[in-house]
């Protein structure tokens, strides 16, 4: 006889029920957290953007450390307003700590910004749990700096119409506000014929470096020794200690390099003559080149600040030039091949040679002293950025009188990623372009962003 089957209807039941609770516990849980998560987001991103906004402050804070930390907060407060506003998606008891700058030490500091707020839950409050904490903190790392800003003043600076050495002068006392004169380092530098360190860098320098830049002249004679204008940023650059900072130079000009220093080869006898050969001295042209007009010898470093106007003066020791030095073919026999800042048969020397022709004997070139200062300067730039300093140049070009900036060369000094002869194995700089006065404030904003993304 066949036994009929049990039957088991009615147990399906109670399983669906107990299924359906725990099915639709999993689902508010997961409503409820993908809700914080969104807030968590939130709150990370603010943080962050706090932590970062605080390092880029830090230049404008005063005080001891704790003093600095107490006004960092109104720059927290106004982040959070924007990134995070009080009761985003219904969360409440929005809080953060104050925010806490430490001192690593090799010339760093890190800011910590640290956030809480609480989530409302929909579902979970059913076991009992009616809201979530969510945290979130952030660190953001400033670098100390040493920074040398070189100015051009030449001549065509005022030449231009309407002339544009006012709007440089604004420009680079905004550049100067931007560093931290409590750690950062800045150092100012001006070349024309000639080159002057006006502020070795040191701290506390807002002060006196913008009164430096407010008194500076330029005069319609003054021409563009580029090349001695770099060396000297540099000089002062390697001679401070060693401290974990960022090295960077700021070099700005509006034209072409017309003027160059050598050990030239010279008469030591008869009129006009020198006391030694070689004798160092600049020797420049005038903007446009040709043929002529070209002038020397004379001394490489400004005597006064601010500079004379015009700003060179004659070399000592040499007799029988006209008042202004315009009768040097007769005195100069050739230039030499290289330049050595410190002494001819000492290191470094920079080779005249380069991507433009030149000769060694054509003393009445304007286009050859071009053709050279061009080349020095981009021996220099690149002697400087393989230094043990690890020195970063920016570049700034101004479109000038006769002969506007260069675009190609300031980014080959720079070691501008657009450049032609970019090197991935040298530090990475930034030309920045300005075609007139009116956009100059413009690029030294630029640049100054550019330096403070680098240290932080």
């Known amino acids: 006889m066949r036994r009929k089957p049990r039957l088991s209807r009615g147990q399906v039941i109670p399983v669906v029920v107990v299924l359906s609770f725990f099915l639709f516990g999993l689902a508010g849980l997961a409503v409820d957290l993908v809700y ?10 603010a ?30 407060a106004k982040l959070f307003s924007v990134n995070f506003p009080s009761g985003y998606l219904m969360s409440r008891s929005l809080s953060w700590v104050r925010p806490d700058i430490t001192n690593v030490g090799d010339g760093t500091r890190t800011v910590e910004v640290q956030a809480t707020v609480r989530v409302p839950t929909f579902f979970m409050r059913l076991a009992g749990y009616e809201s979530l904490p969510m945290a979130a903190s952030a660190k953001s790392v400033r670098r100390d700096v040493n920074v040398i800003l070189v100015l051009d003043r030449s001549g ?28 950062d380092m800045l150092g100012l530098v001006s070349f024309g014929s000639n080159s002057r360190l006006d502020f070795p860098p040191a701290t506390n320098f807002k002060a006196p470096v913008g009164a430096m830049i407010t008194a500076m002249n330029s005069h319609p ?18 001679a401070l200690p060693e401290r974990g900072a960022l090295n960077v130079i700021v070099f700005f000009t509006d034209g072409q390099p017309t003027a160059f220093v050598n050990h030239h080869n010279v008469r030591t006898s008869g009129s006009p003559s020198c006391t030694s050969t070689p004798k160092e ?17 004379f001394r490489k470093s400004a005597l006064t600040n601010p500079t004379p106007n015009p700003d060179y003066q004659l070399v000592t020791g040499c007799v029988g030039l006209n008042g202004n030095g315009k009768n040097v073919s007769e005195l100069v026999t050739s230039f030499r091949n290289t330049w050595a800042p410190n002494g001819v048969g000492t290191s470094p020397s920079f080779s005249i040679f380069g991507p433009r022709p030149v000769s060694t004997s054509n003393v009445t070139s304007g286009d050859n002293v071009i053709n050279i200062g ?9 002697y400087i950025r393989q230094s043990s300093k690890q020195v970063r140049i920016f570049s ?46 413009q690029a030294f904003r630029r640049v100054a962003a550019e330096v403070a993304r680098l240290i932080q």
Do not use: H
């Open 396 to 441: 700034i070009g101004l479109g000038g009188y006769l002969y506007p900036a260069d675009d190609a060369f300031l980014q080959a000094i720079s070691n501008d990623p657009a450049s032609s002869t970019y090197s991935p194995n040298e530090p990475t700089g930034l030309y920045v372009y300005s075609p007139d006065q009116t956009q100059l404030a």
């Open 221 to 238: 004679n003054n021409r563009t020794n580029s090349s001695l204008g770099l060396w000297t940023g540099f000089e002062a650059l390697n």
């Open 47 to 76: 943080v962050d953007a706090a932590a970062l906004a605080c390092a880029r402050a830090l230049p404008r804070m005063t005080g001891t450390e704790t003093v600095q930390e107490a006004q960092l907060e109104t720059v927290v």
């Open 36 to 45: 914080a998560y969104v807030v968590k987001a939130k709150l990370v991103t």
């Open 374 to 382: 061009y080349n020095l300067t981009l021996n220099v730039a690149s």
């Open 281 to 297: 001295g600049v020797y420049f042209t005038d903007q446009n080149g040709g043929s002529g007009d070209t002038w020397g010898l």
């Open 156 to 183: 065509s600076l005022v030449l231009v119409s309407p002339p544009a050495w006012d709007d440089v002068q604004d420009a680079a006392r905004y550049f100067v506000n931007q560093f931290d004169e409590s750690r």
